[in-house]
């Protein structure tokens, strides 16, 4: 597929995003619409999540890509590219705004991480930490147009943790941690999911 289509796609994909039921914040559909997720997900074909476990698209074609389908990063660890859907729905309930400081834990390959870095702009900065080594590697990688963007090999549940205006953690947890709270600048934002 050529670039121009490849666009028009993420540029149809982003409306979605941004029509998604509970997304309010404009922004957020022009964040996906500058974010290639193909950049973020590894060479295809590419296995996606569905009701019966993974499944393998048909081609490596890129346009497959700008479904709301969840996309394996490491499909042995279940750890995914999550369902761009829902991530639109909690982007856009964290208010996050040009200028903020961001946490995100659990960034994966740092996909949802550029989008971050579109909302906060140049003016903001998002620290973005994971646990699996290769993922952070790939997020490094990723990244590299986003210099706001500093990534590390890191746990979010040990201190000492960032002082934040918001924390968006994708990782395994029930609730929010207390040193995650008490790095929330006043009137900060946690969101997880």
């Known amino acids: 597929m050529d670039q121009t289509t ?29 974010v290639p997720r193909e950049d973020f997900v590894g060479r295809g074909p590419w296995r996606v999540l569905t009701s019966n476990g993974y499944v393998d698209t048909p081609s490596a074609d890129p346009a ?9 990063l490491v499909p042995e660890k ?21 200028g903020d400081q961001v946490l995100h834990i659990g960034c994966g390959s740092g996909y949802y991480t550029a989008i971050l870095s579109e909302l906060v702009t140049d003016t903001g900065a998002i620290v973005a930490w994971d646990i699996e080594p290769t993922l952070v ?11 706001n963007v500093t990534v590390a090999l890191r746990s979010g549940t040990s201190p000492p943790i960032p002082s934040s205006d918001v924390i968006y953690v994708n990782a395994g947890c029930t609730k929010p941690l207390k040193i995650w709270v008490d790095a929330l600048v006043e009137e900060g934002v946690w969101y997880f999911r």
Do not use: K, T
Request: aromatic content about 6%.
């Open 64 to 72: 497959l890509l700008y479904q709301d389908a969840v996309v394996a």
């Open 78 to 98: 279940r750890i995914n590219n999550g369902q761009p859907s829902l991530h639109a729905r909690c982007l856009s309930a964290a208010h996050v705004r040009p």
């Open 137 to 147: 590697d790939a997020a490094d990688h990723n990244l590299r147009r986003w210099p």
């Open 6 to 34: 490849l666009a028009e796609q993420r540029e149809r994909f982003a409306a979605l995003m941004a029509s998604a039921p509970g997304v309010n914040d404009p922004r957020v559909g022009q964040a996906f619409a500058s």
